[in-house]
């Protein structure tokens, strides 16, 4: 398999032997300049960018490459270049690599930076389609409000919803206030969750009202032959803060999400405005603000199997056994966990990745120690 988004965001193991396997980066990268230098002028590709001025973390070494495609035409002429190069072997004999991002607020980039390419969907942010429901979309809404729990097909009436597809680039603020604009309910559990639609969807992001994949219908994609193609949520297996897909597709399809669809319920905006309010006077009382961070560290854990049950409940919040931990302010030179929320590991200004890595080192072997509970990573650690 020789496609892009086969490649998209192997770990960054997996690269090191791409690069250790081949020619001097140095003349690999003057054809690869070359190659790319074939996308018409408009699409500008940079060298060397520091991948902390386009993380929310603001920490990171520099990408060899970067791009921000202003639609999808654009985005399939980049791609096409990346073929190019792979058919032409210009880099090694597992492809340029390539890696996609959105916001870049739940990403950690190492100090080295990324090899290869990384193309940012920020500036896809084409258009938010709203479709009142008719009699050909009865299908698809019902077999999707038949999988919720909660509805009967009693409960499904036509000029109740509406479909709200939109381009995996804009951003899910941006979204979601436009909805609750036409008195759209059901997306405002996102209150206050920074970055683009396909993160969010990527990473199945939320909040204890709800999450993205509640009313997720579909996505188009770029398969594995570089085509865009849809997938329904039956092609689709959400869990906390992750996205898998059924087979045919393998574990290490990671397609570029493009655009996605979903099925709103019609309301009152007044309503809507309260409880988007709400939740962000909360989000401002519980959440630290003012220093970068990428959110929430490490994801709930699951059942716990601890050696010290303090806590007779089934899911502990990561930040209250890191908090138990007594770790509130520990600190790796600028890299810091939160006084306010333990699940937050601030950057006070200057933190490199791998001061992060090594406060979250401590942290994880402390609340292993401690609670026999084993924390792992919401934040996606990219590069080398
Ligand atoms: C202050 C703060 C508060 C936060 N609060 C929350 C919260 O309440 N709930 C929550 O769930 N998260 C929260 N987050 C984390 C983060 O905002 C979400 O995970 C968000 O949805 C990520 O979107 P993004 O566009 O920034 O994705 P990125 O960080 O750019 O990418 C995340 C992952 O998705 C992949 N990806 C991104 N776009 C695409 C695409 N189009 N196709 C394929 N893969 C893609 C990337 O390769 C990467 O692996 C918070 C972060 C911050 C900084």
Redesign the pocket.
Known sequence: MSSSSYY??IPSQEMDINIRNNVPFFTKNIRIDKTLSILPSGIKIEKNVPMKNH???RVGGPADYFVRPASVTEFMQIIKSIEIIRAKNLSNIYGFPC?????????LVKDQGIRGLVI???R?KEDVKITNLNHEHTGIAEHFLYSQQGFSSKQFILSEHAIVSVS??T??TALCLKTIKLGLEDLSF?A????????????????GLG??SDRLISID?LDQDNNISTLDRSQLLFSH?KLEFVPPFTPLF?????RASFLLTKGSREKVERSWKNLIQK?RAS???GF?????FFKNPDIVNSTENLINQPIIPAGKLIDMAGLKRKRVGDAMVSDRHAN?ILNLGNATASEILTLRNIVKETVFKKFGVHLSE???I?GE
């Open positions: 998209h965001n993380t929310s973390f890696t996609i991002m959105g916001g870049g607020t739940n990403i940012s969907l920020t896809m995996a680039g951003s899910l996102a206050g969750i920074p970055g683009t639609v396909g993160g969010a969807v990527m990473m199945n992001a939320g909040t999450t993205i994609i803060r990671r397609p570029i999400i493009l989000r959440q630290p603000h970068p961070s990428a959110g929430c937050f919401e934040v996606i990219q």
